[in-house]
């Protein structure tokens, strides 16, 4: 039986990637930008989905005792970045807590596609990526992390959530 994949963006947003941004993860995120673009072509190019996972925080949120306020629903710094505009045949999934899955819409998403690999890119590898990932193998669903598709605020943090998704979860790291 083949392999049924999706690619999980995520939270390429404004807030994350843009200097002016308020989470902003570093001139070294700049540099996933053009492999998570190859990677939503490559993937649409096989008619194999694409879902963008979006941090679309409210006042009140519980993440924001922790963070400044960030990629609040309906501003600017909640949007997706313009290098990656999402196409119609594309899902994209707001959450409002780190993990993906806090979101009911991810799992029925899946579900919907029968989905049977993930394949993960975006920000920030020790947090929401991570929560994701936990969440998948919770679900059984085996993951692929870009280790070129990746980034976090903190380097150290980042190769850390590498080794441990790997080390815990079974991701593969391509």
Not at 75 to 98: C, H, M
């Amino acid at each position: 039986m083949k392999k049924r994949r999706v690619l999980l963006v995520n939270d390429m947003l404004n807030d994350f990637l843009r200097p002016e941004g308020v989470l902003y993860c570093g001139r070294h995120s700049q540099n996933i930008i053009p492999f998570v673009s190859r990677k939503i072509k490559e993937f649409r190019k096989k008619g194999e989905p694409v879902i963008f996972v979006c941090d679309a925080h409210r006042p009140g949120d519980y993440e924001l005792k922790i963070y400044p306020p960030h990629a609040m629903k309906g501003k600017p710094g909640s949007r997706i970045i313009r290098e990656l505009p999402p196409q119609k045949s594309d899902i994209v999934i707001e959450k409002r807590f780190y993990d993906g899955f806090s979101n009911p819409k991810l799992e029925q998403a899946l579900r919907k596609l029968k989905i049977s690999e993930v394949h993960v890119t975006g920000v920030c590898t020790s947090i929401c990526i991570m929560e994701t990932v936990s969440a998948l193998f919770h679900r059984k669903i085996p993951v692929c992390i870009y280790k070129k598709g990746v980034s976090d605020f903190d380097l150290k943090n980042h190769r850390y959530a590498l080794s441990r998704m790997k080390k815990i979860f079974g991701a593969k790291i391509l």
